[in-house]
């Protein structure tokens, strides 16, 4: 009579191609990411003016120091992350300009475009005018999609050539 005898049984399974498809979304969403940016500046571009931000008080917050302000005309409260130590900090969107208070800092606002962020510490509203001197328009937000899709498309297209699937597979007999 035939016996059954137990065994342990390993599977590995790797998949190259997987691989290429992470890769090829990482630059992928960094272009989607500012496509979203661009997009926001190009739909509310008829309502961003330049206002000045005006620097009031400056903030150690821990490791996350800002320059607590207003802005003019207004007087809408906001802030501005600062980088450097204690007392020669920087705007850090723009390392040229000092912290002083009561210094004025022209930035782009808008009333109607909602406030996102994209990127590190860049957001829709606030941008200062040394950082980004023009508004990105519809062809920079068409171009970050193209880039988007672009990436993605390679991305896929590497895949689906490359091999299968490996699997790697061991049985051990039991007892």
Do not use: K
Not at 130 to 149: D, I, N, Q, Y
Request: hydrophobic share 45%.
């Amino acid at each position: 009579m035939d016996e059954e005898r137990a065994s342990l049984r390993t599977r590995l399974r790797f998949s190259p191609h997987v691989l290429i498809v992470v890769l090829a979304a990482w630059p992928g969403f960094y272009c989607l990411r500012e496509a979203i940016g661009a997009g926001i500046y190009a739909r509310y571009a008829a309502t961003y003016r330049q206002v000045d931000f005006v620097m009031e008080e400056a903030r150690p917050n821990g490791d996350a120091p800002y320059a607590a302000g207003h802005l003019e005309p207004g007087g809408l409260p906001i802030n501005a992350p600062l980088a450097g130590a204690a007392p020669d900090w920087v705007l850090a969107e723009d390392p040229a300009t000092r912290f002083a208070v009561g210094g004025h800092v022209p930035m782009w606002w808008s009333p109607q475009a909602p406030i996102v962020g994209y990127g590190r510490q860049r957001y829709t509203n606030g941008a200062l005018v040394a950082r980004l001197p023009t508004l990105p328009g519809w062809g920079v937000t068409l171009g970050w999609l193209a880039g988007f899709l672009a990436s993605f498309w390679c991305g896929f297209a590497i895949a689906a050539r490359m091999a299968p699937s490996r699997e790697l597979s061991t049985e051990q007999t039991l007892g």
